[in-house]
């Protein structure tokens, strides 16, 4: 095939970067050179809009041990314990075809995290639909979660939280998260530099088809009418092969054969081999005769870009290949030694004994396009004036059960029964809590983790959006009884050729980095996914943070659930009653304006630190934040957990209950602790200047506030637990 | 008492299960499916996972490797052979239990905490135990038991049926039952009740800040019978 500007634009290239390609090349690529420079210069690998902005995230720390630019971020954890994680979208392949594209997507992650010579040990996934009543919803969500399970069970790994949101947003264009948690020892990491001439490049794992091919590059284009023609461009998952690829690597990564390793992502075999060299500033020779193909008469082209799933680059020590091989032979995996690293600083590709390719790394790399491009800021919206009328006809209770069976405050268990969030048996907060926990093996440590995003609030206000969610998931840590310590986002936009939404995107990170830094909780690792986007509709801005912290004994360890009759429930930070973007306005009044919450990021941490406090000191009996839906909701789903009722106190002074029930100001825990230690617990409060309000006392079995609320728990469960199976089913 | 774990490609619970018998006071050994013969053991156990994937019938494959042949055996000998989850697929397809394990009646992979009650008493897995209903983890796709009206007759009459699935009164109705198994049947014994196969995982109960620790009973009191 002659190579030619039209050919270069079906790439998914602009014809300027066509022209520079040729320029820099001083002649005109072949078909394999053109579809390498496609592969590298795409949105989804070479990061070209959104690297300017990302140079600013706060990334550096003193438990910082990897950041953001290996196959996953790491942070020490003590005692020679390190996690290794990230978080990285599956978007565009899931709205095709969502079982393979989630599946794969879990794959993914989980190879990013074990690549580095990680066990993983934890699953989450952050998952968002159309609106219920869109037509494709329920066989997204279906095969979603068919796939996120379908993987991650067969592996072994347990997934531990995540997120359910629907909007109309997402009509077209579905976002599919996945983040893992891997274990290491700090002084065993393993990287993707390759250093040294002359080492032998391996390739192992399953043999190279033809699927997948332009995945990143369809990853890097919006939707049209003829969406369902790219479904050859998916990837097939094989956990099985997986299952057998971690162990191998593990085994073998048990001495020092390996120099570099690198999983065969987005860009399969074309990004590994040209990162691997490019980190080590070194050039790399290939056969690709020697590649082993699943299909016959695979052409170059077809090898270097193909996104077969389960496949690892790794970069061997000399003499080390038959040791290498007995492993990968034991667990019935293919091996090849299919070519060399150089010091030519080119990426070299022969084929039948003629070479096909011959690029200079860093035209693919360094030189990779970069762009500033235009965005427009987003002013604050103005307050929205809720009148007293507003209310007038509403009844706290009917508002409270219309709110727990909205689809994105109800119960999602019909999610997590499916997938295996107990194997490995270190599991000790599983999913509906505020974050997931697991155990490091044989230690009195545990992990938790988190994943959290407001699209709403980013999309009222990006900039207040960006550092809300850092919160959040702050909060979720710190309610279990975490120490936070680090975070990984996964940047979900439209269209960043449209100056609107290129301005979320940079407000969004300017939010995330302003609270990341203030609350020293550094973003290691993450990934970006624009071109969200069908027949000009974008989705509304969707920064998704997964926060991990640590708590040094697993025994103190929180949870949300009630635990006794007589105790006392304190709101821990101050209440104004926002409910402007509240679920509230937005489903109860139908007002959809206004600005996000406030984000105070003083009283994050004090707050939050005060509270840790509290926990620490043993005061504290059960923990959950307040988010979504306000006081209410936050205290219902604790009566429903604990089987439990609450006894809500009659407000003080003039203020609206609706305002103060609903309201989702931020930087606020609910906490519940026995009366004896009242006390003790105002003295910290106090001692801090952390504002505080009694709300109430558990009791046995009802929610009851005045006159107003006398709601059984048992029926509130219905109303709460029902609505997604029953969505599910019907 | 010394017990082994065998470990086919695929196998995930495999660590899990060792960690509990060593919990308990096995000196217990994992044997890669393709290294020959059995070390001499009091237990062997079959563990979860998806061995070869699963992508034939669940257990098939593992069903005809090498090693089972040993197993079987060891079992036919009388020693004691455990199959959790997969495990238990495994052992049906190697015909050393009966029946076959289908697909969940609601298509869909289940991992929840159930209530298995203790149907026998004349067996070396649950005799001693002091409690009538165990609260243990199932996490499977196909856990759906069933066999021919003959074949269950024969469990019946020969009290092979261990445990089933009920709630936590202890009743064994249709509610209570997770995947639409026939007569709600968690785990099956061969006649000799040197063989148990079961859905439920006990691995995964063993101390009070997982899921529960009923599981411990369990092992505790398989060991306390070998130390007999």
Same mark, same amino acid.
């Given at each position: 095939m002659t190579v030619n500007e039209k050919v270069a634009v079906d790439h998914g290239l602009k014809k300027d970067e066509y022209k520079k390609i040729c320029d820099l090349l001083k002649r005109v690529p072949n078909i394999t050179e053109l579809g390498i420079f496609s592969a590298m210069w795409n949105e989804h690998c070479s990061y070209k809009s959104s690297r300017k902005h990302l140079k600013n995230l706060h990334t550096k720390g003193k438990k910082v041990i990897q950041g953001p630019g290996e196959n996953a971020g790491v942070i020490d954890i003590g005692d020679d314990d390190a996690i290794v994680f990230k978080i990285e979208s599956h978007n565009h392949p899931s709205f095709i075809e969502p079982y393979q594209g989630a599946a794969t997507g879990v794959g993914g992650i989980m190879r990013d995290v074990f690549t580095m010579g990680a066990r993983p040990i934890a699953n989450l996934n952050s998952i968002h639909f159309g609106s219920?009543?869109? /037509? /494709?919803t329920k066989n997204l969500l279906r095969g979603v979660v068919k796939g996120i399970g379908g993987y991650g069970n067969c592996i072994g790994v347990p997934t531990i939280a995540g997120q359910t949101t629907f909007d109309e947003s997402y009509n077209g264009n579905i976002l599919v998260n996945a983040m893992t948690l891997g274990l290491v020892n700090k002084n065993k990491i393993f990287y993707s530099k390759a250093a040294g001439i002359n080492k032998p490049v391996i390739y192992v794992g399953s043999k190279t088809g033809? =699927?997948?091919?332009?995945g990143a590059s369809m990853a890097s284009a919006v939707f049209d009418?003829?969406? #369902? #023609? /790219?479904?050859?461009?998916v990837q097939v998952g094989d956990p099985f092969t997986e299952k057998l690829l971690l162990e191998a690597c593990l085994e073998l990564m048990? =001495?020092?054969?390996?120099?570099a390793i690198q999983d065969m992502g987005a860009a399969g075999l074309t990004s590994s081999s040209v990162e691997m060299a490019s980190k080590g500033k070194l050039g790399i020779e290939l056969n690709l005769n020697k590649v082993p193909c699943r299909e016959e008469k695979m052409t170059p082209y077809e090898i270097m870009l193909s #996104?077969?799933?389960e496949r690892m680059l790794i970069v061997l020590e000399n003499g080390k290949e038959e040791k290498a091989k007995k492993i990968f032979d034991k667990w019935d995996l293919d091996f090849a030694v299919i070519g060399k690293t150089t010091n030519s600083k080119n990426i070299e590709l022969y084929f039948d004994e003629k070479k096909v390719a011959s690029i200079p790394i860093d035209f693919l790399a360094e030189n990779a396009p970069v762009y500033d491009r235009k965005w427009k800021k987003i002013k604050l919206p103005q307050s929205i004036k809720f009148k007293k009328q507003d209310f007038k006809t509403l009844k706290i209770e009917d508002c409270l059960k219309k709110l727990l069976s909205n689809a994105n405050i109800c119960d999602k268990q019909w999610i997590w029964d499916q997938y295996d969030h107990t194997v490995m048996g270190d599991t000790i907060q599983k999913p509906g809590g505020d974050s997931g926990v697991v155990r490091i093996h044989g230690t009195s440590k545990a992990v938790a983790a988190s994943v959290d995003s407001s699209a709403l609030y980013c999309f009222a206000h990006p900039l207040s959006g960006g550092k809300q969610i850092v919160c959040e998931s702050w909060r979720n840590l710190i309610s279990v009884g975490a120490d936070p310590i680090a975070i990984t986002n996964c940047l979900n936009f439209g269209n960043p050729e449209k100056e609107k939404n290129m301005g979320e995107f940079v407000e969004c990170v300017h939010g995330i980095t302003e609270a990341s830094k203030y609350l020293d909780f550094p973003v290691v690792s993450g990934n970006v996914s624009f071109y969200n986007e069908t027949k000009d509709k974008g989705i509304k801005p969707t920064p998704t943070i997964g926060g991990v912290g640590l708590i040094k004994n697993y025994q103190n360890m929180i949870s949300m659930d009630l635990k006794n009759t007589g105790n006392i429930i304190l709101v821990i930070g101050k209440t104004i009653g926002h409910l402007d973007q509240s679920i509230f306005a937005r489903n109860i009044l139908s007002e959809k304006k206004g600005p996000p919450p406030e984000v105070n990021l003083f009283n994050e941490k004090n707050n939050g630190f005060t509270t840790l406090k509290l926990i620490n000191e043993k005061l504290v009996e059960s923990c959950h934040d307040v988010s979504l839906g306000g006081i209410i909701v936050a205290i219902s789903k604790m009566c429903l957990k604990g089987k439990r009722g609450i006894k809500i106190n009659q407000l003080k002074g003039l203020v609206n209950k609706f305002e103060y029930f609903f309201g989702e100001d931020q930087a606020r825990y609910l906490v519940e602790i026995q009366k004896e230690n009242l006390t003790k617990v105002d003295k910290i409060l106090k001692e801090n200047s952390v504002h505080y309000d009694e709300l109430g006392t558990v009791i046995d079995e009802n929610i009851e506030f005045s006159d107003e609320i006398k709601l059984s728990i048992d029926d509130l469960e219905k109303t709460y637990k029902n609505w997604l199976r029953k969505y599910m089913i019907n | 008492m010394k017990s082994s774990v065998i470990i086919f490609p695929g196998s995930n619970c495999d660590r899990d299960m060792d960690v509990a018998l060593k919990k308990f006071g096995f000196k217990n050994k994992m044997v890669w499916h393709n290294d020959g013969d059995l070390p001499q053991s009091d237990l062997i156990v079959l563990p979860g996972g998806f061995s070869?994937?699963?992508?034939?019938?669940?257990g098939s494959i593992a069903g005809k490797s090498k090693i089972i042949n040993s197993v079987i055996d060891f079992a036919e000998s009388g020693g004691l052979v455990l199959g959790v989850c997969n495990g238990f697929q495994i052992l049906t397809e190697t015909g050393l239990l009966p029946g076959v394990l289908q697909q969940n009646k609601n298509i869909e992979f289940i991992c929840k905490n159930v209530f298995i009650k203790i149907n026998d008493r004349e067996n070396k897995y649950f005799n001693n135990i002091d409690k009538e209903i165990l609260e243990l983890h199932i996490a499977h796709n196909e856990g759906n038991y069933f066999c021919s009206n003959d074949e269950l007759k024969k469990l019946e009459d020969n009290n092979q049926i261990a445990v089933s699935y009920c709630d936590n009164k202890g009743n064994c109705d249709y509610q209570a039952n997770p995947n639409g198994a026939i007569k709600n049947i968690a785990g099956i014994f061969n006649k000799n009740k040197n063989i148990l196969g079961m859905m439920p995982h006990p691995e995964r109960m063993i101390d009070k800040y997982l899921s529960g620790d009923d599981g411990s009973l369990f092992f505790k009191n398989i060991l306390n019978n070998l130390k007999r």
């Open positions: 219920p009543q869109h /037509k /494709k033809r =699927d997948g091919i332009h009418d003829k969406i #369902e #023609e /790219k479904k050859p461009t048990a =001495d020092d054969s390996i120099i #996104e077969s799933q | 070869y994937g699963d992508y034939l019938r669940c």
